[in-house]
């Protein structure tokens, strides 16, 4: 039904022309403004005119504004994302923020892809009745954070976790049902009659109320401070626990389906209301239960007595502690009763209840000793049978870890009855000690490495009583031997302790750490040179250092790797020596290149290990072989870790590289007596080149060693004459036409770090110029020598090193001076080479007598010309092969012939050596064909000896011929008398 409202607009008030005036200023709600700007305006309009015009137009124009103005607004339906509140804005990715936001009845919000989303208010979110928010998707699609109050007016539905911060409280009105969870910080909440919260209600300090036939879901909460009001018919699915001080009160008729607990306050249950748990305050504070209320549980207080109203029932026990009075009404049923921790009784009536209730049972057994092993594992006896074990598992440096305490009979079996079922609990002081030396008792032990208080409760655990489990222990640095000792305690505080024997475990057990962390203090060594190699015994963050570490890593050279290999003989020495506060290191040498690496590689490769410090675990509380951080999970090893320390993680040391290089030469000139050699003439020459390590007196070995490994080295060969290399000009003696027999940089074959070129022949070429120059020497001072060419730069020492030639275009490293040191290849002196040739002259003599023949060796020298080789002592003279003759044709003053055989050579002495007077001819005499007179040509063959021939015609192709040393032997044709009439007299004087 609509109403409507008449006024006469001819008496509008003036208020309404001052609104008028200020219209344009009105900020109207956007979903608001079309239908209210219409009122006011049309009014405004109306108002500004004469009486007589405003009843004119009454009929027409306001009936239908009031009209309008009496129909309601519509609800809106925001959508997130798209049609947002004013006030509101995307952050994207489904957060949204909004201020303070007040939504009127009916309203709705829809949440839209992106999912989850959150909506975040900087200041309260209100809204009016039968809103509904997220209605048609799931709790967890939508979460508000309120940074202020949050109302939720009646009958609206919210599918959502709310959160309210500071002092945000939050209502939530009658009929209302919020799907999800909701928490405040210091805010209280409150639920009318009825609403529903599907989830848990949190709070920090706030109270929580709610209304008569409310229900929540999960628990209800306070952290701090609080307490919980439940009105009549209320339901809590879960628990409700007040961690502070505060109340819980429940009306009639309630329902909780979990415990109820506060520190310090009462606890009430309203009559015939239910309790699925137990009911406790644990330190002041009493409970109280209505009529035919239930509690499925125990009720337990420390301070505080107990009611139960008439028909009340309790499933399990009422204990009180330290004082107060367990009051039980008629028709009352609890199952037993425990007061003050004995079995005596406190109940002050109910003595007409039947059954009556049980008195909590008497206290446990005694122990008479204690041991210490690894949960799980079955107890020995060790007094029936002393060869058992109970065994203590090898644990790991700073890590959490735990075992079993049981309680013993002077029989050594267990004490199951330590704690009687519903018995007071019991407690023992549990202290570590290093064993490394023992003292002579168990109660001589002192200064223990860790500590803590094992609790011995009411129940079982591990399938029988008088065993629990300590709390966490963690030691924060390693022990090769720890023993555990147990002292029973009067209270939990352990300040005193009983009189029963500290009593200590049969077995000892290791903390070892983490691995060792492997380091060496360069990254490029000269082989042989000393450098640090070190192991640092570490935690589990590989960083920190167990200092208690004085164990002995090995150092296993057998899976060691290298690049290109490994020699294992060349490191020195071959062992770590013990750790001091952690840490092992040496100084260490390896004579060999290249790089070797310390494997770390699970299971059980490493280059550094220590399988020595958990000894007294042996191989039955640890997995031999293995430094696994992580206990095994199942099977009989549950709860072992590796008996080994580890290397953490792979060491790569080195690069090595050679020291120096090591040369023995090996050269003999062609004339080896006269130090030279003629040019073209074949000469020796070989070398053994190793690659060293680095000479040294301490540590031992001395080093200097052959660098096994070593495979890269190039060399370069020169032959330096004053400043001019002449290597250009070596070829192998066998060559022919002469070939290079050098093309640097040489790439030898290198074996066990040496290259060997065995002696070979070589020859220094002629020279082809003509005429004669500076290439023709004589080189007096020639040094062939062989340099090193290395990619580290690395030549011979200063002391090998006798002369420096430019270097090589092709040296790797040309900057260097490395590439320039040559050694000397030719015995450490200079050797010369000579362009040399045999020269015969004319000679004229009696036919009657022998004709000696001049002969010369000689040499090149620039500037000099041709000079007799005085030092040559070794150029040969073999009779007949050497010497040839040419005859010329038979004539009337030449009657020499071959066929007659007129001419015959001798040498001069037994010598074999060409000098200046060795070679003569023989007196040709007479012969069948005339006297001995005439002349023949002589020649000296050099056909075994080319590096003495000479182009003695300067032809341009000479033959061979031509190229041997001639001269002419004339006999007779120059004497006097009839004869020739020369004037020539032959003279013979005699004395």
């Given at each position: ?340 921790k004995t079995n005596a009784s406190c109940v002050t009536n109910g003595s007409g209840i039947l059954p009556g209730p049980l008195v909590c049972t008497a206290p446990g057994g005694s122990a008479a000793n204690f041991e210490c092993l690894e949960t799980g594992v079955s107890i020995n006896n060790l007094v029936s049978n002393s060869s058992l074990r109970n065994p203590l598992y090898t644990k790991l440096v700073s890590t959490d870890f735990k075992f079993d305490i049981a309680a013993l009979k002077t029989d050594g079996t267990l004490e199951s009855n330590y704690v009687a079922v519903g018995g007071n609990s019991k407690y023992t002081k549990v202290e570590l000690f290093d064993d490394t030396t023992a003292p002579a ?80 203090n360069t990254t490029t060594f000269n082989a042989g040179s000393t450098f640090t190699l070190q192991a640092t015994a570490v935690k589990g963050d590989l960083t920190t250092i167990t200092t208690n570490y004085t164990g002995v890593p090995t150092l296993n050279l057998s899976q060691m790797t290298g690049t290109p290999g490994f020699t294992v003989a060349a490191l020195a020495p071959s062992v770590l020596p013990a750790a001091q506060a952690g840490v092992s290191n040496a100084t260490f040498t390896y004579d060999d290149v290249g790089s070797f690496t310390l494997p770390a590689t699970s299971p059980g490769t490493y280059g550094i290990s220590d399988s020595t410090f958990t000894s007294v675990d042996g191989s039955s ?371």
């Amino acid at each position: 039904m609509i109403t409507f409202r008449c006024v006469q607009l001819h008496r509008v008030p003036a208020s309404v022309f001052r609104d008028c005036a200020s219209l344009s200023g009105v900020q109207v709600p956007a979903e608001r403004e079309p239908s209210a700007l219409l009122r006011r305006g049309l009014l405004c309009r109306i108002a500004s005119l004469s009486a007589a015009a405003r009843r004119r137009i009454f009929l027409l124009v306001a009936l239908p504004v009031l009209l309008l103005a009496a129909v309601p607004a519509q609800a809106i339906d925001y959508t997130f994302p798209g049609a947002l509140p004013l006030g509101c804005v995307d952050n994207g990715g489904g957060s949204y923020a909004c201020g303070a936001l007040t939504l009127a009845a009916n309203d709705t919000f829809t949440i839209a892809s992106p999912k989850p989303a959150t909506i975040t208010f900087s200041g309260a979110f209100t809204t009016g009745a039968g809103v509904a928010i997220n209605s048609g998707g799931a709790t967890s699609d939508l979460s508000l954070v309120v940074n202020g109050a949050f109302t939720l007016a009646a009958t609206s539905t919210l599918k959502a976790n709310v959160q309210t911060r500071g002092l945000g409280a939050v209502t939530i009105g009658a009929g209302s049902t919020v799907s999800g969870n909701v928490s405040t910080e210091t805010g209280f909440v409150s639920l009318g009659a009825p609403a529903t919260v599907g989830g848990s209600i949190s709070t920090i300090t706030g109270y929580v109320v709610l209304g008569a036939s409310a229900i929540v879901g999960g628990s209800v909460s306070t952290l701090n401070a609080g307490y919980v009001v439940l009105g009549a018919s209320a339901r809590v699915g879960g628990a409700i626990a007040v961690s502070g001080a505060g109340y819980v009160t429940t009306g009639d008729s309630a329902i909780v389906g979990g415990s109820i607990s506060t520190v310090s306050d009462a606890i009430t249950v309203g009559a015939s209301s239910q309790v699925g748990g137990s009911i406790a305050v644990s330190q002041i504070g009493g409970v109280t239960l209505g009529a035919s209320a239930g509690v499925g549980g125990d009720i337990s207080t420390e301070t505080g007595s107990t009611t139960v109203g008439a028909g009340g029932t309790v499933g399990g026990q009422i204990s009180m502690n330290v004082t107060g009075a367990i009051s039980i009404a008629a028709g009352g049923k609890v199952h037993a009763v425990c007061c003050y921790k004995t079995n005596a009784s406190c109940v002050t009536n109910g003595s007409g209840i039947l059954p009556g209730p049980l008195v909590c049972t008497a206290p446990g057994g005694s122990a008479a000793n204690f041991e210490c092993l690894e949960t799980g594992v079955s107890i020995n006896n060790l007094v029936s049978n002393s060869s058992l074990r109970n065994p203590l598992y090898t644990k790991l440096v700073s890590t959490d870890f735990k075992f079993d305490i049981a309680a013993l009979k002077t029989d050594g079996t267990l004490e199951s009855n330590y704690v009687a079922v519903g018995g007071n609990s019991k407690y023992t002081k549990v202290e570590l000690f290093d064993d490394t030396t023992a003292p002579a008792s168990c109660p001589a032990y002192a200064n223990p490495v860790a500590s803590t208080t094992a609790t011995f409760t009411s129940g079982t655990y591990s399938g029988a009583a008088g065993r629990t489990l300590t709390p966490n222990i963690n030691i924060g640095n390693v022990y090769k031997k720890l023993r555990c000792r147990v002292k029973e305690c009067t209270d939990s505080t352990c300040a005193s302790f009983t009189t029963v024997a500290p009593a200590c475990s049969s077995d000892q057990f290791s903390v070892r750490p983490a691995a060792f962390l492997a380091a060496q203090n360069t990254t490029t060594f000269n082989a042989g040179s000393t450098f640090t190699l070190q192991a640092t015994a570490v935690k589990g963050d590989l960083t920190t250092i167990t200092t208690n570490y004085t164990g002995v890593p090995t150092l296993n050279l057998s899976q060691m790797t290298g690049t290109p290999g490994f020699t294992v003989a060349a490191l020195a020495p071959s062992v770590l020596p013990a750790a001091q506060a952690g840490v092992s290191n040496a100084t260490f040498t390896y004579d060999d290149v290249g790089s070797f690496t310390l494997p770390a590689t699970s299971p059980g490769t490493y280059g550094i290990s220590d399988s020595t410090f958990t000894s007294v675990d042996g191989s039955s509380d640890c997995i031999a072989g293995s430094a696994s951080n992580t206990p095994v999970t199942s099977g009989n090893d549950k709860g072992k870790i590796g008996c080994l320390i580890g290397q953490s993680a792979a060491l790569t040391v080195g690069r090595f590289y050679p020291d120096h290089f090591d040369i023995t030469p090996s050269f003999t000139a062609g004339c080896s007596g006269a130090g030279f050699t003629y040019m073209d003439q074949p000469f020796t020459l070989g070398y053994t080149v190793t690659a060293k390590s680095l000479g040294r007196v301490a540590p031992t070995p001395p080093g200097n060693l052959p660098l096994q490994l070593y495979s890269g080295g190039k060399l370069n060969l020169a032959a330096i004459n004053g400043s001019t290399d002449w290597v250009a000009r070596l070829s192998l003696a066998a060559s022919n036409p002469p070939a290079p027999a050098v093309s640097n940089p040489l790439s030898p074959t290198w074996s066990n770090g040496s290259y060997i070129l065995t002696p070979t022949s070589y020859k220094f070429t002629r020279p082809t110029t003509t005429p004669a120059d500076l290439t023709w020497g004589a080189f007096d001072a020639l040094n062939i020598g062989v340099a090193i060419d290395d990619g580290d730069g690395i030549g011979y020492p200063s002391a090998t090193s006798t002369f420096t030639a430019t270097t090589p275009a092709s040296c790797t490293k040309s900057g260097a001076t490395e590439c320039k040191k040559y050694a000397s290849l030719t015995g450490g002196a200079t050797t010369k080479m000579l362009y040399g040739r045999i020269a015969l002259s004319n000679a004229h003599g009696s036919e009657r007598l022998a004709l000696p023949i001049p002969m010369k060796v000689q040499y090149y020298k620039a500037g000099s010309g041709w000079l007799t080789n005085t030092d040559d002592s070794c150029t040969p003279i073999a009779l007949p092969a050497s010497i040839g003759f040419t005859y010329a044709a038979l004539s009337a003053k030449n009657k020499l012939s071959l066929a007659g055989n007129s001419v015959k050579a001798y040498l001069g002495n037994a010598s074999g050596i060409v000098t200046g007077n060795q070679l003569s001819l023989a007196s040709p005499g007479s012969s069948a064909v005339g006297p001995g007179i005439g002349y023949v040509d002589v020649f000296f063959d050099l056909a075994a000896m080319p590096w003495l021939n000479f182009n003695w015609k300067g032809k341009p192709t000479p033959t061979t011929a031509e190229l041997n040393p001639a001269a002419r032997a004339t006999f007779g044709v120059y004497t006097s008398g009839n004869r020739s009439g020369n004037g020539f007299i032959y003279i013979r004087e005699m004395y």
